[in-house]
């Protein structure tokens, strides 16, 4: 069973720039989860997808960050403008339906923002 | 609120076992977890225990809850270089929102 992918594994930008990140889940996933990671810190739960439609994104800076999932499958991660303090390592993850309780997670990609 | 805490770091020589402490504060946890994360890579689910279990062992893992206190532990026997890595645990709260809460990771070296 192939794992979770994302793209690109890293980046790096200047401040105030605009940056995307890409996820696929493992097939027949319907939760998508994206997540933060800073450097020495457990990750931070930035948006939670059930299918296309949000869940969870109470810890999502929705000024300078948006995510969408439009068929429900591939996801979308995007930061404009970018500040120093959004270096970190973005993480995908997903679950099934029948067990929401094991998240499997793709291997992130790390942002710089210079 | 909800908190996860576990030991910053943890140092063993190889052949020895290792064990790392976690303490949670959400009495309404309904699972907790092991993950590993080794330099460079995502996080790999190591292992999990349902709150009415006690204990739940998978090969060279041990995994220990105590309930009473709000403490789990993981056990790994006959620790390996390749077990050197940063371990989280996280716990799921009884809520329908599927939300892991985290703790800041140990990083366990193991030396030769």
């Known amino acids: 069973e192939a794992g979770v992918a994302q793209s690109p594994r890293y980046k790096i930008i200047e401040k105030r720039q605009s940056v995307a990140f890409w996820c696929n889940p493992i097939s027949g996933h319907a939760t998508l989860y994206w997540y933060q990671q800073i450097l020495g810190q457990g990750p931070k739960l930035l948006i939670q997808f059930q299918n296309n439609g949000v869940v969870d994104d109470s810890q999502l800076p929705k000024d300078r960050f948006s995510a969408e999932r439009l068929k429900g499958v591939d996801s979308t991660l995007k930061i404009q403008p970018a500040k120093l303090e959004d270096s970190a390592v973005y993480l995908c993850?997903?679950?099934?339906?029948?067990?929401?309780?094991?998240?499997?997670f793709g291997p992130g990609t790390r942002l710089t923002v210079t | 609120g909800e908190d996860v805490e576990q030991s910053l770091f943890l140092s063993v020589r190889e052949g020895d076992s290792s064990v790392i402490n976690c303490t949670y504060t959400?009495?309404?946890?309904?699972?907790l977890y092991w993950y590993k994360q080794e330099p460079g890579a995502g996080l790999q689910l190591l292992t999990y225990i349902f709150s009415n279990m006690d204990m739940k062992q998978d090969q060279r893992l041990t995994v220990l809850l105590n309930k009473k206190d709000k403490h789990l532990s993981l056990r790994i026997a006959d620790t390996q270089t390749g077990d050197s890595a940063i371990y989280f645990c996280a716990e799921k709260n009884a809520g329908n929102n599927r939300k892991l809460i985290w703790g800041l990771g140990t990083s366990l070296a193991v030396n030769p």
């Open positions: 993850a997903s679950s099934t339906d029948s067990k929401p309780y094991e998240q499997y």
């Open positions: 959400d009495s309404s946890s309904t699972y």
